[in-house]
């Protein structure tokens, strides 16, 4: 099957995301990269889940995991009779899917997809297992050319030898534009939000950059006001976990506060992605808390007394009238008229 992962990052390729092979799911720790390169091996589906919930992989890599998990669940289940095959691959379908709450409706539609294909197979008296890692490659592959097409919007936008700030880890927009860049002969700067507590911008998102010759700057998450007066940053861009159809996105905790200052120094912010047809209004983006242990500590070291709390909620919510733009498949929205994005037919994105 032809794959669309050609140019992109070491953290990009397919396999170096999550990846289903011999009756187990082998999982980047992106935790750790790049101080370390170390997978994390899932023997049953389970598993998977439990990666998702303690951040061994994030941003879209879920996507990615939950197929593959499906996959993994298919084989778990491969010499059972057919019902109860039905039955496993259901509710492993139902737990991959609410790994973690604020995507789970993304999340649902690659497990979904993967479900039809592995009841077909099995009717069919096909490979159950192998119908849900093509089926998720097609995901990959849909997604990877969707997010092509968001990113050479979002190229066309920064300026020529202009100088970009972004937060957490914003996945396949961060090639996708960079591909842009190279194939029309832009240059341009990153600096790189350290998107504290897993460090996500340090980390990976300027990883990436590195990696693909952009010229990167990473910056302490308390330097953003000092860094958007000072460095001549032209615009702030994000990803989302979840885009509304009234205009607010959901994105890494602090971008609302990056969101602000940007508003404060008329630096426009663009946000990356596809508007989701389940959240109609911000009332439907469920902010998941985390573990606030997570606060206390930073690469596996304390540094709080035990006495001292934490508070870590993971996602903040980013209102329309500091976001100058939504930049989708379809071209660049403002906020408020996000909704008539599904005015037309919309191509599957999972």
């Known amino acids: 099957m032809e794959r669309c992962d050609n140019d992109m990052p070491?953290?990009?390729?397919?396999?170096?995301?999550?990846?289903?092979?011999?009756?187990?799911?082998?999982?980047?720790?992106?935790?750790?990269?790049?101080?370390?390169?170390?997978?994390?091996?899932?023997?049953?589906?389970k598993e998977v889940v439990k990666c998702i919930q303690d951040m061994v992989t994030q941003s879209t890599g879920p996507y990615t995991a939950v197929g593959m998990g499906m996959a993994l669940a298919a084989y778990e289940c491969k010499d059972k009779p057919e019902k109860e095959q039905e039955e496993f691959l259901k509710k492993a379908s139902e737990e991959l899917a609410n790994s973690r709450p604020t995507a789970a409706h993304r999340y649902g539609k690659v497990t979904g997809h993967c479900l039809d294909s592995a009841l077909k197979a099995l009717k069919e008296g096909k490979d159950t297992v192998q119908a849900?890692?093509?089926?998720?490659?097609?995901?990959?592959?849909?997604?990877?050319?969707?997010?092509?097409?968001?990113?050479?919007?979002?190229c066309d936008i920064i300026p020529d030898n202009g100088t970009i700030l972004t937060q957490c880890y914003g996945e396949t927009i961060i090639a996708t534009v960079i591909r842009a860049a190279h194939r029309k002969n832009k240059i341009f700067k990153a600096f790189c939000a350290e998107t504290r507590p897993f460090f996500q911008g340090a980390r990976l998102t300027a990883s990436c950059f590195a990696e693909m010759g952009i010229d990167t700057t990473v910056v302490s998450d308390n330097m953003i006001a000092w860094a958007l007066q000072t460095q001549g940053i032209d615009l702030f861009t994000s990803a989302c976990d979840?885009?509304?159809?009234?205009?607010?996105?959901?994105?890494?905790?602090?971008?609302?506060?990056?969101?602000?200052?940007?508003?404060?120094?008329?630096?426009?912010?663009?946000?990356?992605?596809?508007?989701?047809?389940?959240k109609k209004t911000k009332d439907d983006i469920t902010i998941e808390m985390r573990d606030p242990e997570q606060v206390l500590s930073a690469r596996g070291i304390?540094?709080?007394?035990?006495?001292?709390?934490?508070?870590?909620?993971?996602?903040?919510?980013?209102?329309?009238?500091?976001?100058?733009?939504?930049?989708?498949?379809?071209?660049?929205?403002?906020?408020?008229?996000?909704?008539?994005?599904?005015?037309t037919p919309v191509q599957e994105y999972y």
């Open 10 to 45: 070491f953290l990009l390729k397919y396999e170096n995301v999550a990846w289903y092979e011999n009756g187990k799911v082998r999982i980047l720790d992106r935790r750790v990269y790049p101080t370390e390169v170390k997978f994390v091996e899932c023997t049953d589906y």
């Open 132 to 154: 849900c890692v093509d089926r998720t490659i097609e995901s990959l592959n849909r997604r990877y050319s969707t997010m092509q097409i968001v990113g050479d919007y979002l």
């Open 302 to 343: 304390r540094n709080c007394r035990p006495e001292v709390h934490g508070l870590y909620p993971a996602f903040d919510i980013v209102p329309p009238h500091l976001i100058t733009g939504l930049v989708t498949d379809k071209g660049v929205y403002v906020p408020e008229l996000l909704r008539h994005y599904f005015d």
């Open 242 to 278: 979840a885009m509304a159809l009234d205009g607010y996105i959901a994105n890494k905790v602090g971008s609302f506060q990056i969101a602000i200052l940007s508003k404060y120094f008329g630096i426009p912010y663009y946000v990356t992605g596809l508007p989701d047809l389940g």
